[in-house]
T-cell receptor, first 108, second 113 residues
Framework: AQSVTQPDIHITVSEGASLELRCNYS??????LFWYVQSPGQGLQLLLKYFSGDTLVQGIKGFEAEFKRSQSSFNLRKPSVHWSDAAEYFCAVNDMRFGAGTRLTVKP | EAGVAQSPRYKIIEKRQSVAFWCNPISGHATLYWYQQILGQGPKLLIQ????????DSQLPKDRFSAERLKGVDSTLKIQPAKLEDSAVYLC???????????FGPGTRLTVT
C-alpha cells in the first residue's frame, strides 16, 4: 500500500528564514515523489519531482528536495522564504497519493 | 499552452440532486485524474484514466459517482444522488504519463445543502 505522511499541519517562519517541510512515504519500491503548492484561490502547481538519479532535486521558485531512501523521506527546503511562499504544500507519491498538506505562514 | 479547463467553477445543489463536472485536459496528455479535496485535507484520487480506459477507480464510490472519458480527451464526473458529505472541491488533472507530474485545473467547488 502507498501512503504519505506530512507530520506538520502548520508551520510559521519569518521572511528570509530557511524552510524545511517534512514528508515521509510508504511504498514497496522506489516511488515517484512530488511536491505541489496550492496558493489561496489557486490550483495545485507542481514544484518538483523525483524518481531516480541525483537525490537532491531542484524545482521552481527556489525550492529543492532531498530523497533519503533509508528514512523514506522526501523533505522540501528553501534557503530564504519570501512572503509569497505562504501557501499549502502537498507531498505526493506515484502521482496518486497525496499527504494531508502543510500550511506555511510567513511572518514579516 | 492552454491549461486544464474545468467547469463549472462553483455549484450549489440540494442533497439527492444530481450534478456533473466537465474537464478538458492539456492537449496531448493521455492520463487524466479526478480528485476530491475536502476542506483541510489533501486531494483524494477518485479515478484515473489512461486515454479512454480506467486505470484506477478503487476509491470511487460507484453507487453514486460515475466518470467517463469519451474519445480519450474530455471527461465528465457525475454524482447522483448527492449527499451532504460530497461537499468538496473536485479537481481534474492531466499528465503526459506516470511520473511526469500532474497539471491541475482550477477545480469545481461543490456545496450540497
Amino acid at each position: 500500500a502507498q501512503s504519505v505522511t506530512q507530520p506538520d499541519i502548520h508551520i510559521t517562519v519569518s521572511e528570509g528564514a530557511s524552510l524545511e517541510l517534512r514528508c515521509n512515504y510508504s511504498y514497496g519500491a522506489t516511488p515517484y515523489l512530488f511536491w505541489y503548492v496550492q496558493s489561496p484561490g489557486q490550483g495545485l502547481q507542481l514544484l518538483l519531482k523525483y524518481f531516480s538519479g541525483d537525490t537532491l532535486v531542484q524545482g521552481i521558485k527556489g525550492f529543492e528536495a532531498e530523497f533519503k531512501r533509508s528514512q523514506s523521506s522526501f523533505n522540501l527546503r528553501k534557503p530564504s522564504v519570501h512572503w509569497s511562499d505562504a501557501a499549502e504544500y502537498f507531498c505526493a507519491v506515484n502521482d496518486m497519493r497525496f499527504g494531508a498538506g502543510t500550511r506555511l505562514t510567513v511572518k514579516p | 499552452e492552454a491549461g486544464v479547463a474545468q467547469s463549472p467553477r462553483y455549484k450549489i445543489i440540494e442533497k439527492r440532486q444530481s450534478v456533473a463536472f466537465w474537464c478538458n485536459p492539456i492537449s496531448g496528455h493521455a492520463t487524466l485524474y479526478w480528485y476530491q479535496q475536502i476542506l483541510g485535507q489533501g486531494p483524494k484520487l477518485l479515478i484515473q484514466f489512461q486515454n479512454n480506459g480506467v486505470v484506477d477507480d478503487s476509491q470511487l464510490p460507484k453507487d453514486r459517482f460515475s466518470a467517463e472519458r469519451l474519445k480519450g480527451v474530455d471527461s465528465t464526473l457525475k454524482i447522483q444522488p448527492a449527499k451532504l458529505e460530497d461537499s468538496a472541491v473536485y479537481l481534474c488533472a492531466s499528465s503526459l504519463g506516470l511520473g511526469q507530474g500532474q497539471y491541475f485545473g482550477p477545480g469545481t467547488r461543490l456545496t450540497v445543502t
